[in-house]
Nanobody
Framework: EMQLVESGGGSVQAGGSLRLSCAAS????????LGWFRQAPGQERVGVSC????????KYKDSVKGRFTISNNNAKNTVYLQMNSLKPEDTAVYYC?????????????WGQGTQVTVSS
């Protein structure tokens, strides 16, 4: 069974930083891209960033470019999202996802989500 478990969410003031982690199990890590999505109250879930486990190619939502960095550790089957210079509009539930087979692929599994709250 594919499993994704997020951690690292919390509450910070604007300008602060958080690092999200997503531990994956139950599938071959290198066969999937790992992505981060977020969903704010009353809004749709949107993609934030994605990394290909096979070649390390990364993608970012325009509004987070230069502030967020996605990385992975294939040996630990873990993907990270380093979030710096956080803004109140980054407040959302952040979800980790496994995409088959690249960042344009379909979502094969979701994590349970972790709340990120940024206060002004």
């Amino acid at each position: 069974e594919m499993q994704l478990v997020e951690s690292g969410g919390g509450s910070v003031q604007a300008g602060g930083s958080l690092r999200l982690s997503c531990a994956a199990s139950g599938f071959t890590f290198e066969d999937y891209a790992l992505g981060w999505f977020r969903q704010a109250p009353g809004q749709e879930r949107v993609g934030v960033s994605c990394i290909s486990s096979s070649d390390g190619t990364t993608k970012y939502k325009d509004s987070v470019k230069g502030r967020f960095t996605i990385s992975n550790n294939n040996a630990k089957n873990t993907v990270y999202l380093q979030m710096n210079s956080l803004k109140p509009e980054d407040t959302a539930v952040y979800y980790c996802a496994a995409l088959k087979t690249d960042c344009q692929g379909f979502v094969a599994a979701w994590g349970q989500g972790t709340q990120v709250t940024v206060s002004s």
